[in-house]
């Protein structure tokens, strides 16, 4: 998700906790991404990865409100 170059106009879309997407999904999306994950580590829960891949879109298309 870090190495995925961002763009004004994207959607993210996030899969459940225990399986992701449906198939369905996935056959219709332009990309996939994935969050890499340690030997042994079950899954991340879905907000804290949604926001991981929002903060890392809005850092990249300068997103973040301006103070």
Do not use: C
């Amino acid at each position: 998700y870090h190495a995925f170059d961002y763009r004004h106009g994207d959607i993210l879309l996030l899969g459940r906790e225990s399986s992701g997407a449906p198939q369905a999904v996935h056959d219709v999306a332009d990309t996939r991404l994935t969050i890499p994950m340690a030997d042994g580590m079950r899954s991340l829960n879905v907000a804290i990865s949604a926001g991981m891949v929002l903060g890392e879109a809005l850092r990249q298309t300068d997103g973040f409100p301006k103070p």
